[in-house]
């Protein structure tokens, strides 16, 4: 059996001025998302705030403490990039659950 663990990423760039300026943050996050930890990434919201955006990372694995255990270590590595200015939720499903909805 195979589990998911979905990370939903609010972040807040108090600082920022621009969507340019913002994009060139989140590509570097996505980036750095994907190669640490293989996950897939992707920005569900807040497109066109310069301010805001809303990133959800996905982990798929054999087993839910893997998986689990995973998605933390994804979100202490968000939480440490930006301490002042990130919201997580984070979620675990089987294959099965998904599947059968």
Known sequence: MSFVCLVEIHLHFPE????????????SLKSQLQRRFGASVSETA??????????TAALVGGSASVVDDAGAKLARYVEAQFPQG???????ISAEEVLEA
């Open 16 to 27: 920022n001025g621009s969507l340019k300026g913002k994009r060139k943050e989140l590509v």
């Open 46 to 55: 807040h497109h066109d705030r310069w301010q805001r955006a809303t990133l």
């Open 86 to 92: 990130v919201r997580l939720e984070r979620g675990l």
